[in-house]
């Protein structure tokens, strides 16, 4: 079978290989793959400047945002031939620690976790694949490929969790403004939840013409484009693009009792000028709260299958700006300026 692999730390080491097919394992899944989501990490990996492989491997099956469909299934497992499903992709540490024991790999407190397509497991870049039934999670089969989005809501499902939690500090809480920066598909699926509870949705990014304006306006939400006004102020603030400028303004931009949850990931070795003295009289004062957010467990899963079911499937489609086959899944990790979601397709979902 074809598989996408990478030596990790070599740049441009990417290639698709002929790998064997998995072996029999009565425990785990058999499944098909039907698409992979390509994101920021993918491509870092393919760089050189992340991801390890297996042990005791040089190379490493790339693909953590999975859609596959199930061809064999444990008795007993809770799966069925047929069943269209997505990857969990992080594992909990051998230890376990005590976030890893309760399920909540997503807090690992040690390190010691690994991730598939990125960390020390093989990914979902495969033809064929195992799979836990664990760390498996059912999709509407009614999604067809756009079950691929579930892994990217996840991160979301679990940001939106914690301002939950965090927001119901107070019994007076009633959020209505979002601000959402970055308008990539973390930012866009920030926005959707964000209009599925019913706030007023606000959206800034860069891009001036293509899609991303006219996703967030169907969603009844206001697109701003570079800058917002100086006045403008948000209850929650979600900010998807790690850019250090942008964090810095939209940490002014939260309201009394407000909350800021950072999804976006910033390079080192870059600082910016800072009164460190007027932030932290600001947070104390306005009871301000301000938390990082990356990756999820299970139950973040589950509530992004939840969301992406609730969705409009033709404003869900419209993310998805390429699609494209493997025998030119080399075009799927070369960025252009319009993508949203780019979808390596393995085989058709229907």
Same mark, same amino acid.
């Given at each position: 079978?074809?598989?996408?692999?990478?030596?990790?730390?070599?740049?441009? +080491?990417?290639?698709?290989?002929?790998?064997?097919?998995?072996?029999?394992?009565?425990?785990?899944?058999?499944?098909?793959?039907?698409?992979?989501?390509?994101?920021?990490?993918?491509?870092?990996?393919?760089?050189?400047?992340?991801?390890?492989?297996?042990?005791?491997?040089?190379?490493?099956?790339?693909?953590?945002? +999975?859609?596959?469909?199930?061809?064999?299934?444990?008795?007993?497992?809770?799966?069925?031939?047929?069943?269209?499903?997505?990857?969990?992709?992080?594992?909990?540490?051998?230890?376990?620690?005590?976030? &890893?024991?309760?399920?909540?790999?997503?807090?690992?407190?040690?390190?010691?976790?690994?991730?598939?397509?990125?960390?020390?497991?093989?990914?979902?870049?495969?033809?064929?694949?195992?799979?836990?039934?664990?760390?498996?999670?059912? @999709?509407?089969?009614?999604?067809?490929?756009?079950?691929?989005?579930?892994?990217?809501? %996840?991160?979301?499902?679990?940001?939106?969790?914690?301002?939950?939690?965090?927001?119901?500090?107070?019994?007076?809480? +009633?959020?209505?403004?979002?601000?959402?920066?970055?308008?990539?598909?973390?930012?866009?699926?920030? =926005?959707?939840?964000?209009?599925?509870?019913?706030?007023?949705?606000?959206?800034?990014?860069?891009?001036?013409?293509?899609?991303?304006?006219?996703?967030?306006?169907?969603?009844?939400?206001?697109?701003?484009?570079?800058?917002?006004?100086?006045?403008?102020?948000?209850?929650? @603030?979600?900010? &998807?693009?790690?850019?250090?400028?942008?964090?810095?303004? @939209?940490?002014?931009?939260?309201?009394?009792?407000?909350?800021? &949850?950072?999804?976006?990931?910033?390079?080192?070795?870059?600082?910016?000028?800072?009164?460190?003295?007027?932030?932290?009289?600001?947070?104390?004062?306005?009871?301000?709260?301000?938390?990082?957010?990356?990756?999820?467990?299970?139950?973040?899963?589950?509530?992004?299958?939840?969301?992406? =079911?609730?969705?409009?499937?033709?404003?869900?489609?419209?993310?998805? %700006?390429?699609?494209?086959?493997?025998?030119?899944?080399?075009?799927?990790?070369?960025?252009?300026?319009?993508?949203?979601?780019? @979808?390596?397709?393995?085989?058709?979902?229907?």
């Amino acid at each position: 079978m074809k598989a996408i692999t990478v030596l990790p730390g070599t740049p441009a +080491s990417v290639q698709l290989d002929d790998r064997p097919e998995p072996g029999p394992d009565r425990n785990a899944l058999l499944v098909e793959a039907l698409a992979l989501g390509i994101c920021g990490t993918d491509r870092e990996i393919v760089s050189g400047a992340y991801g390890w492989a297996p042990p005791g491997r040089d190379r490493l099956i790339l693909g953590h945002e +999975s859609l596959g469909r199930v061809l064999e299934a444990p008795d007993g497992s809770g799966f069925a031939r047929g069943d269209h499903v997505v990857g969990i992709v992080r594992r909990k540490d051998p230890v376990p620690c005590v976030a &890893c024991a309760a399920g909540e790999w997503d807090m690992c407190r040690n390190g010691q976790y690994t991730e598939r397509g990125i960390k020390a497991l093989d990914g979902y870049g495969a033809e064929r694949y195992r799979l836990e039934p664990d760390y498996a999670v059912k @999709v509407d089969p009614a999604l067809g490929l756009l079950g691929v989005l579930l892994e990217p809501s %996840t991160i979301l499902a679990k940001a939106w969790d914690h301002i939950d939690r965090i927001g119901h500090r107070t019994r007076s809480w +009633s959020p209505k403004t979002i601000l959402v920066t970055g308008a990539g598909p973390v930012g866009l699926l920030a =926005a959707l939840m964000g209009r599925q509870r019913n706030h007023e949705i606000h959206v800034l990014d860069l891009a001036e013409t293509g899609p991303k304006p006219e996703l967030v306006r169907d969603l009844g939400g206001t697109y701003h484009t570079r800058r917002l006004p100086d006045e403008f102020q948000a209850d929650i @603030v979600i900010e &998807c693009t790690g850019a250090l400028t942008v964090i810095a303004d @939209v940490m002014k931009r939260a309201t009394v009792d407000g909350i800021v &949850c950072l999804t976006g990931v910033s390079n080192s070795g870059h600082s910016l000028p800072f009164d460190f003295g007027t932030f932290n009289r600001n947070m104390v004062l306005a009871n301000l709260v301000t938390f990082g957010s990356v990756n999820a467990n299970k139950r973040h899963y589950e509530m992004g299958a939840d969301a992406l =079911a609730k969705a409009d499937r033709s404003w869900l489609s419209r993310m998805i %700006t390429r699609k494209v086959p493997l025998s030119r899944w080399h075009e799927a990790f070369q960025g252009r300026p319009e993508d949203i979601k780019v @979808v390596l397709q393995f085989a058709e979902a229907a």
